[in-house]
């Protein structure tokens, strides 16, 4: 399928402190690859009649308004297709696969969260009956704060769980070594998440890795697709993105805070990741985007 030869690994700026990252934005235009991440994603689209939806091996045309919770590593992505609508709004809610730990998740009156989890590893499509009604609740929370947000969404996640009518979208399931969630991959992820604002050198991360310099070129482009330094270039320029919207900060200041210490480079590499400037990106953003 010619589709997946384009699939990469997102880098999401969510740390072991973070609970969630919120994006809440109307768009006109659905732009970004299909991808794969370890962190869990429900995803919410209206006014996106004709956008076509890649979950796993299921590609579908959907309808004016969705709902799927997409299991972690699972291939992903919503694409312009014949979608003609300049006012789709889109909230997507992301979160690490660990957030709710297991012992908790095996209390009774987690179950229904719990199955439903598990159910994700497929990508779940719910009811558009249950999407309308959860909707409202969905623009409530993504302006929400602290406990507030957590207690909301856990109570959404549940009626989610308990909904009729759910459908699992991709009939095979993500085989995880297969990804880069190696012990080996998860060891470079973590350095790179402390260090990513220093100079990292390819000599440094392949000792890290107890490889040598060609031997780990050749094991991050077969896992990742990319070299060393693009691989770190998303990390950083993921942060970078996060700062822009969310700190009072110059582009200069937040450019050495994430790594780079050249200005045009870090517009440069910016412009190729993101398909626009900083400026742009901070001028042109419309909606909410929050660490909680």
């Avoid at 060609?214 to 950083?236: A, C, Q, W």
Wanted: charged share 30%; glycine share 4%; net charge positive.
């Amino acid at each position: 399928m010619e589709i997946l030869k384009k699939i990469h690994r997102e880098i999401i700026p969510l740390t072991n402190l973070d609970c969630f990252l919120v994006f809440d934005r109307i768009k006109d235009l659905f732009d970004f690859p299909v991808h794969f991440h370890p962190e869990m994603e429900l995803n919410f689209v209206s006014n996106g009649k004709g956008v076509r939806r890649v979950v796993g091996d299921s590609i579908e045309e959907i309808d004016d308004i969705e709902l799927v919770l997409v299991g972690s590593n699972l291939y992903h992505g919503w694409e312009q297709h014949k979608c003609v609508s300049k006012n789709i709004h889109e909230i997507t809610i992301q979160f690490q696969e660990d957030l709710f730990d297991k012992t908790f998740l095996q209390r009774t009156i987690m179950k229904p969260i719990k199955d439903l989890f598990d159910r994700s590893v497929h990508g779940v499509l719910f009811s558009k009956e249950i999407t309308k009604n959860i909707a409202p609740r969905l623009l409530k929370v993504s302006k929400l704060g602290g406990l507030d947000y957590f207690s909301e969404l856990l109570s959404v996640l549940y009626d989610l769980a308990n909904s009729r009518n759910q459908r699992l979208l991709s009939t095979s399931t993500i085989q995880l070594e297969n990804f880069e969630n190696s012990k080996k991959i998860k060891l470079l992820y973590d350095y790179i998440q402390e260090n990513y604002a220093s100079k990292i050198t390819l000599s440094e991360v392949s000792e890290l890795l107890n490889m040598s310099n060609v031997s780990f070129n050749r094991f991050i482009k077969k896992r990742t697709g990319k070299t060393f330094i693009e691989y770190l270039n998303d990390v950083r320029i993921g942060y970078a993105s996060r700062k822009l919207i969310e700190k009072d900060l110059s582009i200069s200041e937040i450019a050495f805070m994430t790594g780079f210490n050249n200005i045009a480079n870090f517009n440069r590499v910016f412009k190729k990741i993101k398909g626009r400037t900083p400026t742009q990106y901070r001028d042109d953003f419309s909606g909410i985007k929050r660490v909680l």
